[in-house]
């Protein structure tokens, strides 16, 4: 396994470990402001989601998809459609070695070129940050079976 089948392998789980270790919470528990990140679980589970489906969108030049719901059961399943996507994306860019190509940002104004290499590795670290946000919450939630979130850990799982 490469080095980017790692970073990709563990940002899918990992993400998906802690929607599903949130899938029964209640909605007050979701929606709990907190004075950290997008404030709460849903919405940082919505922003984390929302970042994969757009970024890699944009690499891909297409339309940035819709969206959809944020119940913990449609979170889950945007989320696996986006870490599939940007997997494909990515491991297309691994093989023609293009991690240094340019594309153009359509939604930067002025338009902004990027490297598929600096923004496939944004939005993997970009989950990361807001995964910590999240792991923080749940233990103020006190919800028990949150894991360790490294990758590590992902690695060594059984």
Same mark, same amino acid.
């Given at each position: ?47 984390? &989601?929302?970042?994969? /489906? ?22 889950? /399943? ?8 940007? /997997? ?34 944004? &939005? ?30 992902? /690695?060594?799982?059984?």
């Amino acid at each position: 396994m490469d080095l980017l089948d790692r970073l990709l392998g563990h940002d899918a789980w990992t993400t998906r470990q802690l929607l599903l270790l949130c899938a029964d919470l209640h909605d007050e528990q979701l929606d709990r402001q907190f004075d950290i990140g997008p404030h709460s679980v849903r919405a940082t589970f919505e922003h984390i &989601v929302r970042n994969v /489906e757009a970024w890699t969108d944009l690499m891909a030049g297409a339309p940035i998809r819709a969206g959809g719901g944020s119940s913990m059961a449609e979170l889950i /399943e945007r989320h696996a459609r986006a870490s599939a996507d940007l /997997e494909t994306l990515a491991k297309a860019v691994a093989a023609r070695d293009g991690w240094d190509e340019r594309w153009i940002d359509p939604l930067e104004t002025p338009r902004k070129e990027r490297t598929f290499g600096g923004s496939i590795a944004h &939005v993997v670290t970009h989950s990361m940050h807001h995964r910590a946000q999240l792991l923080y919450m749940l233990r103020v939630l006190d919800v028990p079976g949150r894991p360790e979130g490294d990758v590590l850990s992902w /690695e060594n799982r059984s």
